[in-house]
């Protein structure tokens, strides 16, 4: 069975920093897009980057120069580097996943279970 599990996430102080991982488990064919979303309270899940398999990167507009995405293929595993962090940031992170298991040969897009994340002084 494929799991996404996420780590990383806390309270940190406006202005810090917090690096967030999330590694991908189970009979996996391959990964293509990998990425982070997030959830604040009263507001609708949103994309915060993506990175392709190649290592191409989108950035929500807020984070661009803050936040930097990246990945590492052989672990399955995909990263989340934020610095200068803002209240506004706070949110339940989501780690996503475009993938094939090995069992079914069919892509789909799997999710975490989430790691908050507290920007608070």
């Known amino acids: 069975q494929v799991q996404l599990v996420e780590s990383g996430g806390g309270l940190v102080q406006p202005g810090g920093s917090l690096r967030l991982s999330c590694a991908a488990s189970?009979?996996?064919?391959?990964?293509?897009?990998m990425g982070w979303y997030r959830q604040a309270p009263g507001k609708q899940r949103e994309l915060v980057a993506t990175?392709?398999?190649?290592?191409?990167?989108n950035y929500e507009d807020s984070v661009k120069g803050r936040f930097t995405i990246s990945r590492d293929n052989a672990k399955k595993s995909v990263y989340l580097q934020m610095n200068s962090l803002k209240p506004e940031d706070t949110a339940v992170y989501y780690c996503n996943a475009h993938l094939i298991p090995i069992t079914t040969m069919s892509p789909g897009y799997y999710w975490g279970q989430g790691t908050q994340v507290t920007v608070s002084s």
């Open positions: 189970g009979r996996i064919y391959n990964i293509n897009i």
């Open positions: 990175i392709t398999r190649g290592g191409s990167t």
